[in-house]
């Protein structure tokens, strides 16, 4: 019995010092920068190089995510049809609740109530990482200048609400085309400031919009089967998959 409490308090030793030594040789301190029209206008010329108006009109998207998650987003009515495991969940998103289409055999309210506040939140990162070049100025947001070690400059993304962890910043580092090559990180889920992810492999979608699908640091976060369309029944067919989330007069229901 001792042995093994030893081997516990062994591993247990080791992974924390291998948490040390991450920490250590990766944290990086939230940098300053400035705020201000060439900020803004460095944000503009990010959007405009990912087509920020093609992701504008468009309507719908599905994709799949790393784990994998697979979505469909209906923009238009704030909807989501989100998957993982043996799950299937409606949700609207501005209400965070919605309908179970997966079996709830034995499944109680609360479960069910967790279940879609779980599918809110795979929707609100797997989106996020989908498409965030196009967040630069949404509510809450404040950009800024940050002189990089090369001399040029990178765009600083702060969110003081929204999401499901506001307060977070990512600093984009940028190619001549304006366009993203990689990102920092300073996140609350994420306890090492300055994580670095690339952007690339990048596809233009049916509607003009510009997706970055693969993303490499200290673990891969892919992204596949993107698809964007104008409209939900251009995307799907014409079946209205969001149908449970509507009355008999087609208005979303307010739960």
């Known amino acids: 019995m001792k042995k093994l409490l030893y081997v516990i308090l062994g591993l247990l030793g080791l992974l924390v010092g291998s948490l040390i030594i991450l920490y250590i040789a990766y944290n990086e301190p939230l940098p300053t920068g400035n705020q201000g029209r060439e900020a803004d206008e460095l944000a503009r010329k990010m959007i405009q190089a990912v087509n920020g108006n ?8 599905s994709w799949t995510f790393r784990n994998p998650h697979y979505h469909i987003w209906d923009k238009k009515r704030h909807l989501a049809n989100v998957k993982w495991d043996s799950n299937n969940v409606l949700i609207d998103i501005n209400l965070r609740k919605g309908v179970i289409l997966s079996d709830t055999e ?19 990162n797997d989106s996020f990482w989908l498409n965030p070049v196009t967040k630069a100025f949404d509510p809450g947001t404040t950009r800024s200048i940050v002189e990089l070690e090369d001399g040029s400059n990178g765009l600083m993304v702060s969110y003081s609400s929204g999401g499901a962890t506001p307060g977070d910043s990512y600093l984009w580092i940028l190619d001549e085309n304006f366009r993203p090559e990689t990102w920092k990180m300073w996140v609350s889920i994420i306890p090492i400031g300055g994580m670095e992810f690339t952007w690339e492999d990048w596809i233009q979608t049916e509607t003009g919009a510009w997706i970055a699908t693969r993303h490499e640091g200290l673990i891969s976060v892919p992204i596949s089967d993107v698809r964007t369309a104008r409209s939900l029944r251009e ?21």
């Open 54 to 61: 093609a992701w504008d009109k468009t309507a719908a998207v």
């Open 106 to 124: 034995g499944v109680s309210t609360l479960d069910k109530a967790e279940l879609c506040e779980t599918a809110w939140k795979f929707w609100v």
């Open 235 to 255: 995307l799907v067919g014409p079946e209205d998959i969001f149908a449970p989330l509507l009355d008999a007069q087609g208005e979303l229901i307010s739960f």
